[in-house]
């Protein structure tokens, strides 16, 4: 496993610590962030880091547990893919499922890298899994 790969598992390691936005450290400021539209955001997200905190602290004021589950890394340089599931249970009221539900996104991500800092995000969530 090379360096990439090490960083990816080093960022899902710190997003499922239980410490809100403790993997940013592991980003860029001009990171170029991009998450395909979900149930909870149509529209899709995008931007820098900056956007990436306010994403963080709008997922944080809606789920408990947050947490990532890498099924799959391939790597290519500065470049690597992981497959696996983003895990979490609805903390509010007023999504698409009650609150207390588990949910998963089985989901893919892209991450870039320069220097050891992610430069580069795109993020692929799937329809989700609920569990009551």
């Avoid at 450290?25 to 001009?30: H, I, T």
């Avoid at 899709?44 to 990532?68: C, E, K, N, T, Y």
């Avoid at 589950?69 to 290519?76: A, K, Q, T």
């Amino acid at each position: 496993m090379g360096a990439t790969a090490e960083l990816v598992r080093r960022w899902a390691d710190l997003y499922s610590n239980g410490t809100p936005g403790s993997f940013h450290q592991l980003y860029a400021e001009d990171v170029d962030w991009l998450e395909a539209p979900t149930s909870i955001t149509p529209q899709g997200r995008s931007g820098d880091l900056q956007a990436i905190r306010q994403a963080s602290a709008f997922g944080h004021s809606m789920f408990r547990d947050q947490r990532v589950l890498i099924d799959e890394i391939i790597e290519d340089g500065h470049r690597a893919v992981w497959i696996g599931t983003w895990m979490a249970t609805i903390g509010i009221d007023g999504l698409p499922f009650p609150n207390g539900t588990a949910v998963r996104f089985p989901m893919a991500m892209l991450i870039e890298t320069r220097d050891g800092l992610i430069v580069r995000q795109r993020d692929f969530p799937t329809a989700p899994v609920v569990s009551e």
